[in-house]
């Protein structure tokens, strides 16, 4: 196997190179010729009220293999999400590193297991959402066929999970739009169009973003309802203020980016493959089509453990602190997992994928997301054969989530 030096990559570090999708010959060639990685990252350019600092990371091992994936995420003890954070870019202070462990993909055992019950016992039955589900599916789809098509992104992908959380946490309809704006603003820091690494604009969101978190949290203590927020903070073991927040921005951030991604992916795909297009509308399991799109989109790319002690991966010696990426999209394609993964087949089944993660942080609301997008898809699929392009859309600059800030299309006859 080469030495990590003989391969070495700053591309997949870099969240310009996904401006025309995830690098997947880059993922590719590492699985092949060194599947733990070392990659030095680029430096970037931030913004703030005082001027501009140029910051450059410690570097990383790059993991892109199924089977190693898997086997690190099932090790949270030694590849810990609360050593450094969960995310690519290092804490800048320790202030920093204290909040990213107050969000459940920042903790570790045991705390993140006691966080994830409590947030999983308030949490509605599927039952109970599934009707909301399905007429905002259809009431959006609807709409966008009466008007001959437009944004997938902004009027259909970004929409119906918007509203399902309205409902979820029982807040107006109209503040869905704070809730996009707020995800844009994080998830979009590295997109010169939307967060501009802007620190200013980030911070600010957050502050935007707890304060609503605060008043709505006081609202459901004086005035409990039947509802998810009022069982997180007065339940049989209510969230304090902090905890609430925390887990507020991660649900309304993640509860509306993953499913975003992976509509408008979705119907990328069946865009840019007509003849999957048509054994979709022929009748296709739209369950495992969507389990496709999810293993072919992998809205979340990635995740950052630390190892928090001397160990390996692969034969690849890893030492206590290094910075440890878990590469899903990469892992989605592994050839000895996946037959003919740059192939889609909407009926591929096993279809073992990790877009929602593996081992104690699987996706807390991955059900929800693939629940939100069957819906959505089968009310498309009368109309998925007038589907047509209509521009070229554009890809969000990011080296965490795979997604488009805009697809347009038209419906023809």
Not at 7 to 16: E, K, L, M
Not at 121 to 129: E, G, N, V, Y
Request: aromatic share 8%; proline share 7%; net charge negative.
């Amino acid at each position: 196997m080469p030495t990590p030096d003989d391969v070495r990559t700053t591309s997949i570090a870099d969240a310009a190179a996904y401006r025309q999708g995830p690098p997947l010959a880059e993922f590719a060639r590492l699985r092949s010729q060194a599947p733990v990685a070392w990659v030095p990252e680029p430096t970037r350019r931030l913004r703030s009220g005082s001027g501009f600092v140029e910051h450059t990371g410690t570097g990383f091992w790059a993991v892109t293999r199924h089977e190693t994936v898997v086997a690190a995420s099932r090790q949270p003890t030694l590849f810990s999400s609360a050593a450094r954070g969960a995310f690519l870019s290092d804490p800048k202070s320790w202030a920093d590193l204290e909040r990213s462990r107050q969000l459940l993909i920042g903790m570790d055992p045991p705390e993140h297991g006691v966080l994830r019950r409590r947030i999983v016992s308030a949490m509605p039955t599927r039952a109970a959402l599934a009707q909301s589900i399905h007429d905002h599916a259809a009431s959006l789809v609807s709409a966008f066929v009466a008007e001959g098509g437009g944004d997938v992104v902004a009027d259909v992908a970004a929409e119906l999970p918007l509203l399902v959380l309205a409902d979820l946490l029982g807040v107006p309809s109209q503040d869905r739009h704070l809730f996009f704006e707020w995800s844009n603003n994080l998830v979009g820091f590295d997109d010169p169009d939307i967060g501009g690494n802007d620190v200013t604009t980030f911070t600010r969101t957050i502050a935007e973003a707890f304060g609503y978190a605060r008043r709505l949290a006081n609202d459901r203590r004086r005035s409990p309802r039947d509802d998810f927020v009022s069982a997180l903070v007065t339940g049989p073991e209510p969230l304090d203020e902090s905890a609430f927040c925390h887990a507020w921005l991660l649900m309304v951030v993640a509860g509306n980016e993953t499913t975003r991604h992976l509509i408008s992916g979705g119907i990328d795909l069946l865009l840019e493959h007509p003849r999957l297009a048509e054994r979709f509308v022929a009748g296709a399991d739209v369950s495992k089509a969507v389990d496709e799109m999810l293993r072919w989109v992998t809205p979340i790319m990635q995740f950052r453990r630390t190892a928090t002690a001397d160990t390996e991966l692969e034969g690849q010696p890893i030492a206590e602190g290094d910075k440890v990426i878990l590469y899903y999209i990469a892992a989605n394609h592994d050839e000895t997992v996946f037959d003919s993964p740059e192939v889609p087949d909407l009926a591929r089944d096993p279809n073992p994928h990790l877009s929602f993660g593996v081992g104690p942080h699987f996706c807390l609301g991955g059900h929800l997301a693939r629940q939100e997008a069957v819906e959505l898809f089968t009310a498309l699929r009368p109309h998925v054969a007038r589907l047509r392009r209509a521009g070229s859309g554009s890809r969000l600059a990011s080296n965490f989530m795979n997604g488009f800030k805009e697809l347009p299309v038209t419906l023809g006859r």
